[in-house]
T-cell receptor, first 117, second 112 residues
Framework: GAGVSQTPSNKVTEKGKYVELRCDPI?????LYWYRQSLGQGPEFLIY????????DSGLPNDRFFAVRPEGSVSTLKIQRTERGDSAVYLC???????????????FGPGTRLTVL | DAKTTQPPSMDCAEGRAANLPCNHS???????VYWYRQIHSQGPQYIIH???NNETNEMASLIITEDRKSSTLILPHATLRDTAVYYC?????????????FGTGTRLTIIP
């Protein structure tokens, strides 16, 4: 079946602009995660959704970053007034369940490479 | 979640077993050991996880020491497609603690 898909695969924008990044999780997965990865570093957690609600948004760096998942499936990560430091690969992952013991395997998409000029 | 320590890079000859170590000396009793890998320009891929016992699946084996302070991921017959960054992650698995905390991992290069 289809995996996690993310669009666009690449996004180039100018400093100060607004961008939206989209994630389509695996069908039926209730949990959805956003991470971002800077060059040479491991992915860094941003936010986690269980269904439509954000269960943990502790990784969002500031209030310019916001994410939604209105119908419990597709999610959009929104970045306002982009800065050059926001340049990174933004990864989305989904999971068939939340919690439990050792069952929370996250399946990642290919990422969106965001470049802020 | 407990901190992990991995060597920054390793080489392995094609066809040989690749053994990737991970130290997690501060691991708690309810924390699992997870391994993911990331092939260039792709998202991370789940490999295996375990709590106490050794685990094996179609991709790899996970050996956890008796005191649980370290573990080794074993790729039994490495191929060129196994070249990737491998991340060892230790985390509590319970409702409300779902994030993965990645370090910088081990860059494994398979040599032809």
């Amino acid at each position: 079946g289809a995996g996690v898909s993310q669009t666009p695969s690449n996004k180039v924008t100018e400093k100060g602009k607004y961008v939206e990044l989209r994630c389509d999780p695996i069908s039926g997965h209730t949990a959805l995660y956003w991470y971002r990865q800077s060059l040479g570093q491991g992915p860094e957690f941003l936010i986690y959704f269980q269904g439509t609600g954000a269960a943990d948004d502790s990784g969002l760096p500031n209030d310019r970053f916001f994410a939604v998942r209105p119908e419990g499936s597709v999610s959009t990560l929104k970045i306002q007034r982009t800065e050059r430091g926001d340049s990174a690969v933004y990864l989305c992952a989904s999971s068939p369940t939340s919690g439990g013991f050792g069952v929370n395997t996250q399946y990642f998409g290919p990422g969106t490479r965001l470049t802020v000029l | 979640d407990a901190k992990t320590t991995q060597p920054p890079s390793m080489d392995c000859a094609e066809g040989r077993a690749a053994n990737l170590p991970c130290n997690h000396s501060t691991i708690s009793g309810n924390e699992y050991v997870y391994w993911y890998r990331q092939i260039h320009s792709q998202g991370p891929q789940y490999i295996i996880h375990g709590l106490k016992n050794n685990e094996t699946n179609e991709m790899a084996s996970l050996i956890i020491t008796e005191d649980r302070k370290s573990s080794t991921l074993i790729l039994p017959h490495a191929t060129l497609r196994d070249t990737a960054v491998y991340y060892c992650i230790v985390r509590v698995v319970n409702f409300g603690n779902e994030k993965l905390t990645f370090g910088t991992g081990t860059r494994l290069t398979i040599i032809p």
